[in-house]
């Protein structure tokens, strides 16, 4: 569906093989096609707009290199730009878990992976670090939420904490931290409920349950397939409850991954982890360079 | 009211504003370069122009505005279909709470086997709808199931069978196996049915919903949209995107999690709410 971003770029560039270096008319055209390839991959248009300002003064006045056309090396260029805004300082794996009990606070928008992604990550602190987890759905609202966790626990072999009816969120979240301590977990993970960024109700029904647990880390779980509104909703779940990192799901679909690079420009916050599939093993650690090549399109 | 003239910077400031909806690059071109034609150079207020925008979106999508078709075929055989996490079991308690409003004898299949607690989720909406949920264990098969609701709505007379699918997405060769073979199956039993395929998409998604489109349409012969999630803040402009490449009906759209938060698709409206209509 989407023509290769290299082959685009050939034909603008077909004439000016053979000039010097890069004009700042030519990179102009040439990120004008860019442009278009970041808003068919969803990257939300402020961040598309930033980012090619930012190519643009990068790549005005470049030598063209001999070895490749000026179009393929506008690409390397965006390419590489891509990968230094998408790539965080530390290793995306590694989850601030140490300090038993550690709480690791799973939220997002309704439907995200929430639920699936608390499953896959527990599994992988037990499988892979020898991890004790404890994990809790907070969900009090979704028919079947708490099975379903309570389920996905079974399959897995982590435990889960006992399903009381009637108690509200933060009831569920103290009664998960002081199991969690009493039990000696290394970690216990909190699956909250779908909400939108924009309901005052229950973003201070998280923050404050948060306040009571004081998580390690606070993952927001986002569909990769999400469009223009991931700023919105990155920017907002980390003002009002302060995120650690992102969760991209569904990375296993044909979506291009555009909202990896809006989130990331708009909160700073690494993205850990990408999730493949619905299996419980289905889970890698984030890599900006495979992400970069499906946001162009190649 | 300061005005402005309908200049190329101006045009290109629309189609941002389009853009930002989801709408897609090839779209908002179209869309803002019909509601120019024939006005270029003109000095309009910012009211002005939005309206004209909002027109233009609404004449685009008033062609695929419509409910649900019911037929007097018992039972009127409704699959529903969608990538994961969608809306799709929320979508159909709210659909059976409407048809049995309306009087009709309704079935619900749960037809996700595979999820876990999938098959609880929709007992409860059942409950809510006070609707009858058939189910399989997990694992079993769910054309199987489908083949056995079918049989089980005959011998009830019900007027409404809706069967609920897994989440798949579009680009996995073995699910959407799995989803033509739940169609063959129904077929077998009643060559007319499914006589409606519904797919469910979230508005928050961005353009992988034309992927969606195209592929849930060649596999299951989708027969109409339900758009979910229209209570946040996306505005699903990717509708429109669709309007134009596929001209399948809207049904309904979801705006919220309760059971009576299932509206019509009213074009009029949602033009407004993406264009910005009457908010300054
Ligand atoms: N293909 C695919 N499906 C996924 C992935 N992660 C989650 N899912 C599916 O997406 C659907 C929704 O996942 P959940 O974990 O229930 O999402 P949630 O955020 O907990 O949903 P709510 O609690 O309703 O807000 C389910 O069908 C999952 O199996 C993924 O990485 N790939
Ligand atoms: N805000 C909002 N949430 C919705 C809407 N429709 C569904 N949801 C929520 O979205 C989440 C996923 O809904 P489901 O009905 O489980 O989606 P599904 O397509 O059946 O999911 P899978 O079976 O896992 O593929 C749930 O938390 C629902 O409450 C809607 O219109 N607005
Ligand atoms: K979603
Ligand atoms: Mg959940
Ligand atoms: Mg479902």
């Given at each position: 569906m989407f023509e290769n971003l290299s082959e685009r770029l050939s034909g603008v560039f077909d004439r000016l093989t053979k000039q010097g270096a890069l004009s700042e008319e030519d990179v102009?055209?040439?990120?004008?096609?860019?442009?278009?390839?970041?808003?068919?991959?969803?990257?939300?248009?402020?961040?598309a707009r930033e980012f090619i300002k930012k190519v643009q003064d990068q790549a005005t006045g470049q030598a063209v290199t001999k070895s490749i056309t000026p179009g393929q090396q506008v690409v390397k260029i965006v390419h590489d730009a891509l990968v230094d805004t998408l790539r965080g300082e530390e290793d995306p794996g590694a989850l601030k878990?140490?300090?038993?009990?550690?709480?690791?606070?799973?939220?997002?928008?309704?439907?995200?992976?929430?639920?699936?992604?608390t499953g896959k990550l527990a599994k992988r602190l037990k499988d892979k670090e020898g991890k004790k987890v404890l994990m809790a759905s907070l969900d009090v609202y979704r028919p079947a939420a708490m099975d379903q966790l309570k389920v996905l626990g079974a399959q897995i072999g982590v435990d889960t904490l006992p399903i009381v009816p009637g108690q509200n969120p933060v009831d569920i979240a103290k009664r998960a931290k002081q199991q969690a301590a009493l039990g000696g977990y290394d970690v216990y993970m909190l699956d909250t409920a779908g909400r939108l960024q924009i309901d005052e109700v229950l973003m201070q029904e998280v923050e404050d349950v948060?306040?009571?647990?004081?998580?390690r880390e606070t993952l927001?779980?986002?569909?990769?397939?999400?469009?223009?509104?991931?700023?919105?909703?990155?920017?907002?779940?980390?003002?009002?409850?302060?995120?650690?990192?992102?969760?991209l799901t569904r990375m296993d679909g044909d979506g291009r991954g555009g909202a990896a690079l809006s989130m990331r420009a708009v909160t700073g916050k690494p993205i850990r982890f990408v999730g493949l599939g619905e299996k419980m093993d289905a889970l890698e650690t984030f890599e900006p360079d495979r992400i970069a090549g499906r946001i162009l399109g190649m | 009211v300061t005005r402005r003239v309908l200049d190329d910077d101006m045009i290109e400031q629309l189609e941002e504003l389009l853009i930002a909806s989801d709408m897609g690059v090839d779209t908002a071109l179209r869309v803002t370069s019909n509601m120019a034609e024939g006005r270029f150079g003109k000095k309009l207020s910012t009211d002005e122009i939005k309206q004209m925008l909002a027109d233009e979106v609404?004449?685009?999508?008033?062609?695929?505005?419509?409910?649900?078709?019911?037929?007097?075929?018992?039972?009127?055989?409704?699959?529903?279909?969608?990538?994961?996490?969608?809306?799709?079991?929320?979508?159909?308690g709210k659909l059976a709470s409407q048809f049995k409003?309306?009087?009709?004898?309704?079935?619900?299949?749960?037809?996700?086997?595979?999820?876990?607690?999938?098959?609880?989720?929709?007992?409860?909406w059942g409950e809510r709808a006070g609707v009858p949920v058939l189910t399989a264990p997990e694992g079993s098969d769910p054309a199987s199931l489908a083949f056995d609701a079918?049989?089980?709505?005959?011998?009830?007379?019900?007027?409404?069978?809706?069967?609920?699918?897994?989440?798949?997405?579009?680009?996995?060769?073995?699910?959407m196996e799995e989803l033509a073979k739940i169609v063959r199956v129904i077929r077998k039993k009643d060559e007319t049915a499914p006589h409606n395929t519904?797919?469910?998409?979230?508005?928050?998604?961005?353009?992988?919903?034309?992927?969606?489109?195209?592929?849930?349409r060649n596999i299951s012969d989708v027969s109409g949209l339900v758009m979910t999630k229209l209570d946040g803040t996306a505005k699903g402009g990717v509708l429109v995107a669709l309007a134009d490449k596929f001209g399948l009906p809207i049904h309904a759209i979801g705006v919220g999690e309760q059971i009576d938060d299932l509206a019509p698709f009213d074009p009029k409206d949602f033009a407004k709410a993406l264009t910005g209509v009457g908010s300054s």
């Open positions: 102009k055209t040439a990120l004008r096609e860019v442009r278009v390839a970041l808003l068919e991959a969803d990257v939300s248009l402020p961040v878990i140490d300090n038993p009990p550690a709480p690791i606070l799973m939220v997002g928008l309704q439907g995200g992976g929430k639920t699936t992604t948060r306040d009571v647990v004081s998580p927001l779980v986002v569909d990769g397939l999400t469009g223009q509104v991931a700023v919105e909703v990155a920017e907002e779940f980390d003002a009002k409850i302060g995120i650690s990192g992102v969760v | 609404t004449r685009v999508m008033e062609p695929v505005a419509k409910p649900l078709p019911l037929y007097s075929k018992r039972p009127q055989v409704v699959l529903v279909v969608g990538v994961n996490g969608s809306g799709k079991t929320t979508t159909i409003s309306a009087g009709k004898k309704v079935v619900i299949a749960a037809g996700d086997t595979f999820r876990a607690a999938a098959v609880e989720q929709l007992q409860v079918m049989t089980r709505a005959q011998e009830d007379g019900a007027d409404l069978l809706m069967i609920d699918t897994a989440g798949r997405l579009q680009n996995r060769a073995d699910l519904l797919l469910v998409l979230d508005a928050t998604t961005g353009q992988n919903a034309l992927n969606q489109v195209e592929v849930f």
